[in-house]
């Protein structure tokens, strides 16, 4: 069985960094993507950055590059998100997720089979 498992969330004040982890198991094969998203009220899971479990090749929309920043342990099996700077506006739910066989790589948020149960970052102004 699949699981995936944040920690790392909580209070900061604007321009603090705060680092999430999520580790990650169950899972049979090593062709899996593994990706941070963000959900805010009301909205669609945000997809931040995420990594190719077979090269360790990562991929983060213009939006998201510079302030956020996804690496992982040698093992691939637990990956951190850096966040820099943050802002007010970043505060969201932040989930990691697994797609299983990708092709190619991405942050759509329907292809990811597999969802930690998500930690709350807030950022107080």
């Known amino acids: 069985e699949v699981q995936l498992v944040e920690s790392g969330g909580g209070l900061v004040q604007a321009g603090g960094s705060l680092r999430l982890s999520c580790a990650a198991s169950g899972f049979t094969g090593d062709d899996y993507a593994i990706g941070w998203f963000r959900q805010f009220p009301g909205k669609e899971r945000e997809g931040i950055s995420c990594?190719?479990?077979?090269?360790?090749?990562?991929y983060s929309p213009d939006s998201m590059k510079g302030r956020f920043i996804m690496f992982s342990n040698n093992a691939r099996n637990t990956v951190f998100l850096q966040m820099n700077s943050l802002k007010p506006e970043d505060t969201a739910v932040y989930y990691c997720a697994v797609e299983m066989r990708p092709i190619g790589i991405g942050l759509n948020p329907h292809l990811y089979d597999y969802w930690g149960q998500g930690t709350q970052v807030t950022v107080s102004s």
């Open positions: 990594m190719n479990s077979r090269d360790g090749s990562t």
